[in-house]
């Protein structure tokens, strides 16, 4: 059977091998009138929205600003998760609306605010969807992490996680919804797991000094963190528990931001260096792939447009920057080789593969993998 394994494994090189070279042009500057954060592409792809200090922009496809609340302030409000749009694009949630411990709910489809969420004792620092959009994730100084729960139109507290330890900057589902992951000025990245409505602490991952951002992969295989006031960023995998393995490094400035491309084979950062730096994913490790340069000071956002032809960067210069990508896919492509050798190798252990060989064998393995690679789309 090992020798089919091989063949396999041949055959499949070539298509692995056959993704398109990535490529990243300078396309269009958006000029802002300050600071400018939180930049994010909507679930399909019909919105892009940012900040500017603590004032909100939607704009359409065509990047024309449809919507804006401004309190007329300008106060500088680092966090770059501070909004977020529901996955099937009905609301748009973000924090400190008129106070600094609230929670607006737009509707997309009037741009009207229908509910302002209150509970939080201090600043409000990020808000998240779920994948699923039944739940709305809070977190801020307060160094609770609130979990609102949708019901017709309405979001209703369920719960609280409470005892971070620390303020909390950054928040993550995984793409399946099972995990949630919290970061923020302790030292710590906390995952908790959601199963039949609960959420419970899963497990504690120890190794920045301060947590800016953190953002799961498509596939949700692996976990990016970035640290501010630190020049890393860390890769954690996940198996039965998340386990570290890989630490970048290669920044003079604190890692703003950071963002998986949607094809999950590149990692876009921000940082204090005033340029974004691309990793690509080659087996199981990220190495360094590209620099892109154009803006004039820090950049504090970054995120992949859903179906993978631009990448949007906010920046303290006053532009957001949209940068023209090619050999980036709308979906997770077929696992690299490392990938591929490792999930071969986790099926063939299976004990149903005693006495199973030959071509038989072989177009088993085929369907088997095929299968969970349709999973992962």
């Known amino acids: ?29 958006l000029k802002t009138n300050g600071i400018t954060l939180d930049v994010k592409f909507s679930p399909k792809g019909t919105y892009l929205a940012y900040r500017v200090y603590d004032a909100y922009y939607i704009c359409d ?38 106070g600094l411990r609230d929670i607006a709910v737009l509707r997309l489809s009037d741009k009207r605010i229908i509910q302002t969420l209150k509970g939080h004792s201090d600043l409000v620092n990020s808000v998240l969807f779920s994948p699923d959009g039944k739940y709305l994730a809070s977190a801020g100084n307060d160094r609770m992490i609130r979990i609102w729960e949708l019901s017709g139109e309405r979001f209703f507290k369920s719960r609280v996680l409470k005892n971070q330890g620390s303020p909390v900057y950054s928040l993550s589902f995984s793409p399946d919804g099972n995990y949630l992951a919290s970061g923020g000025s302790g030292q710590d990245i906390r995952i908790f797991q959601l199963s039949e409505g609960r959420f419970s602490e899963f497990q504690t991952l120890k190794g920045h000094a301060y947590i800016e951002s953190i953002t799961f992969s498509p596939d949700g295989h692996y976990l990016a963190s970035g640290g501010f006031h630190e020049n890393i960023k860390k890769i954690w995998r996940l198996s039965d528990r998340f386990l570290e393995i890989q630490t970048l490094k290669g920044y003079s400035g604190s890692v703003e931001n950071i ?86 190798i986790s099926v063939l252990r299976d004990p149903m593969w005693e006495g199973i060989g030959g071509i038989a064998g072989l177009l088993s393995l085929v369907v088997i993998l095929l299968t969970r690679w349709g999973k992962r789309r």
Request: net charge positive; proline share 4%.
């Open 61 to 98: 496809k065509k990047f024309r600003v449809i919507w804006k609340y401004d309190k007329g302030k300008k106060n500088l409000v680092i966090t770059s998760r501070l909004s977020d749009f529901s996955p099937d694009e009905k609301y748009f949630a973000f924090g400190r609306y008129r």
């Open 259 to 344: 963002s998986f491309s949607p094809d999950g084979e590149y990692l876009a950062s921000g940082s204090g260096n005033k340029f974004i730096k691309v990793w690509r994913l080659s087996g199981e490790r990220f190495v360094e792939w590209k620099i892109l340069k154009g803006h004039s000071d820090t950049v504090g956002s970054v995120c992949f447009s859903p179906d993978g032809k631009y990448l949007a960067s906010g920046s303290w210069d006053r532009t957001i920057k949209l940068w023209k990508l090619k050999g980036v896919s709308s979906q997770p492509l077929i696992p690299d080789i490392g990938t591929l050798k490792r999930q071969v």
């Open 1 to 29: 059977m090992k020798i089919y394994c091989y063949l396999l494994l041949l055959l499949l090189t070539p298509l692995l091998a056959s993704a398109g070279e990535f490529s990243a042009e300078e396309w269009n500057t």
